[in-house]
């Protein structure tokens, strides 16, 4: 089975504006969850979606949103970027049933945004 | 609300010694416990998921132990290899939350 991939895996941005990543999950996996790792705050929790439906989400701003199709991909979308935003951001994908928590999670490699 | 904390942040030694990392979480109403491997600028590799029903999971020369009781768990590494140099990372996931509180990890590296 194909891995975890993200696109694009690096991306360099002004402040002001906005972005858009792409994470497409192991086959037949219907949870998806994005981190933001930076060197400061390490790997936090930003949200994560079953099935189209937001189950949770971490304590980012407004600024940062996400949504799944119907086929589990997912995007994210960060608006009026911020210095503080440049991170790498990950992307994980899990078989979760949806029975109560979250089961191994299989990340992608990642995109490395930058932002100037 | 869960904590998670790795100790020690770094730590090198002599191939082939055996080694332990320590991972504590503050919530002992995990649903798992997981341990990764990050290289650097790289993404995450899962090494072992413990359930919250079990004590321990073992893959080749891994050993991850999980003690609910006293919020820890272990990661044991067995005749270390330069190879094994990287960052350790420890995730717990909390009923109900569909989420993963990481902790700050441990950065290895075996000397050849």
């Known amino acids: 089975k194909a891995g975890v991939t993200q696109t694009p895996r690096y991306l360099i941005k002004t402040r002001g504006q906005q972005v858009t990543l792409s994470c497409s999950p192991i086959s037949g996996h219907r949870s998806v969850s994005w981190y933001q790792q930076t060197p400061g705050q390490g790997l936090q929790f930003l949200f994560e979606y079953f099935s189209e439906t937001q189950r949770n989400k971490g304590n980012f701003p407004g600024r940062f949103s996400g949504r799944q199709f119907s086929n589990s991909r997912s995007e994210m979308n960060v608006s009026t970027l911020e210095l503080g935003d440049s991170a790498l951001y990950l992307c994980?994908?899990?078989?979760?049933?949806?029975?109560?928590?979250?089961?191994?999670?299989?990340f992608g490699p990642g995109t490395r945004l930058t932002v100037l | 609300k869960q904590e998670v904390t790795q100790i020690p942040a770094a730590l090198s030694v002599p191939e082939g010694e055996n080694l332990v990392l320590n991972c504590s979480f503050t919530d002992s109403a995990i649903y798992n416990l997981q341990w990764f491997r990050q290289d650097p600028g790289k993404g995450l590799t899962s090494l072992l998921l413990i359930q919250s029903s079990q004590r321990e999971q073992t893959s080749g020369r891994l050993n991850a132990s999980l003690d609910k009781s006293s919020g820890r768990s272990t990661l044991y590494i067995a005749a270390s290899q330069p190879g094994d140099s990287a960052t350790y990372l420890c995730a717990a996931s909390t009923s109900g939350t569909y989420k993963y509180i990481f902790g700050t990890g441990t950065r290895l590296k075996v000397l050849a």
């Open positions: 994980a994908s899990s078989p979760s049933a949806g029975r109560g928590g979250t089961d191994t999670q299989y």
